[in-house]
Nanobody, 128 residues
Framework: QLQLVESGGGLVQPGGSLRLSCAASGFTLDYYVIGWFRQAPGKEREGVSC????????NYADSVKGRFTISRDNAKNTVYLQLNSLKLEDTAVYYC?????????????????????WGQGTQVTVSS
């Protein structure tokens, strides 16, 4: 059974850091484009950062550029999102999602509709 499990969320003060992990089971991530998305209360789910199957291409939402870093370790079947310089407005449930690359070497647009498989999410709360 194909499954994605996020971990690493928590409560952090403004300016703090977290590292989120997205671990896959039931399939190998080597052939999937992976995205991190977030959804705050009362808001639509939005793309945060996405990465190609090889890790050579990435994209970021303007709101997180320079603060967040996406990476992947295909040997560990895991994708990471490093969150630095966290702000109050980063508070949300963070989800990872996967889309088959089907031989495409690039990264898909980081929008929810492009991604088929979703994890359950991990809560990130930034508060003083």
């Amino acid at each position: 059974q194909l499954q994605l499990v996020e971990s690493g969320g928590g409560l952090v003060q403004p300016g703090g850091s977290l590292r989120l992990s997205c671990a896959a089971s039931g399939f190998t991530l080597d052939y999937y484009v992976i995205g991190w998305f977030r959804q705050a209360p009362g808001k639509e789910r939005e793309g945060v950062s996405c990465i190609s199957s090889s890790g050579s291409s990435t994209n970021y939402a303007d709101s997180v550029k320079g603060r967040f870093t996406i990476s992947r370790d295909n040997a560990k079947n895991t994708v990471y999102l490093q969150l630095n310089s966290l702000k109050l407005e980063d508070t949300a449930v963070y989800y990872c999602a996967a889309a088959p690359s089907e031989g495409y070497s690039g990264v898909y647009p980081c929008v929810p509709a492009e991604y088929e498989y979703w994890g359950q999410g991990t809560q990130v709360t930034v508060s003083s």
